[in-house]
């Protein structure tokens, strides 16, 4: 059974670009979470999709949008990069039927903006 | 503000003693954490979870502690091993809605000493 997978592992992008990253849940979940984490910090919420709708978002600007397809996996696009979006993006996948379960995450794309 | 964060940032022990990790929250309506353990490379992975109606919860040599009245957290492990070195994190999950997400701290680094 796999678990949560995310590509690509690694990325370089330049100031401006725009960039999507891809996330496939754990076999049975079906609500996708996005978390930034920047170096030595802990992960930051970025939203919460289930039934292909953005369910709550955290204080991240517009720029930062995603998608939930009927599969259940997930995209996270962000817009007008900056130096500072720099950072390892986690996605992590649960399941809405069971209240307070485990939330499984995938091993993260490190993003770099140049 | 929501915020849940760590006394130490790093931690350093002896190969077979037992370490201490601690965390202090701050938003008094949590009634759900969790500690995770992070890899250099890779994302957060569960390691034991406790509810507020819980003063301590015991894993496989892991024991998890909940002081409500201080709102702290800690996390014991015992025989630390050279495996353990790791950065933990405590989360806390807050409600929105129908969906939930989690509160990071900072993180501690545990070093074992071999």
């Known amino acids: 059974d796999a678990g949560v997978t995310q590509s690509p592992t690694h990325l370089i992008k330049t100031r401006g670009q725009q960039v999507t990253l891809r996330c496939s849940p754990k076999?049975?979940?079906?609500?996708v979470s996005w978390y930034q984490q920047a170096l030595g910090q802990g992960p930051q919420f970025i939203f919460q999709y289930y039934e292909e709708e953005e369910r709550q978002r955290g204080n991240f600007p517009d720029r930062f949008s995603g998608h939930q397809f009927p599969n259940y996996s997930s995209e996270l696009n962000v817009n007008a990069l900056l130096l500072g979006d720099s950072a390892l993006y986690l996605c992590a996948s649960s399941s809405r039927i069971r209240e307070n379960t485990e939330a499984f995450f995938g091993q993260g794309t490190r993003l770099t903006v140049v | 503000g929501e915020s849940v964060g760590l006394h130490l940032p790093t931690l350093s022990v002896q190969e077979g003693d037992n370490s201490i990790i601690n965390c202090a929250y701050s938003?008094?309506?949590?009634?759900?954490f969790i500690w995770y353990k992070q890899e250099s490379g890779k994302g957060p992975q569960f390691i034991i979870d406790i509810r507020s109606n819980m003063d301590k919860r015991q894993g496989q040599r892991v024991t998890v502690l909940l002081n409500k009245t201080v709102k702290h957290l800690s996390l014991q492990i015992a025989a630390t091993q050279p495996g353990d070195s790791a950065v933990y994190f405590c989360?806390?999950?807050?409600?929105?809605?129908?969906?939930?997400?989690?509160?990071f701290g900072t993180g501690t680094l545990l070093a074992v000493q071999p």
């Open positions: 076999s049975g979940h079906d609500t």
């Open positions: 938003n008094s309506a949590s009634d759900y």
């Open positions: 989360a806390e999950i807050v409600y929105g809605g129908a969906t939930n997400k989690l509160i």
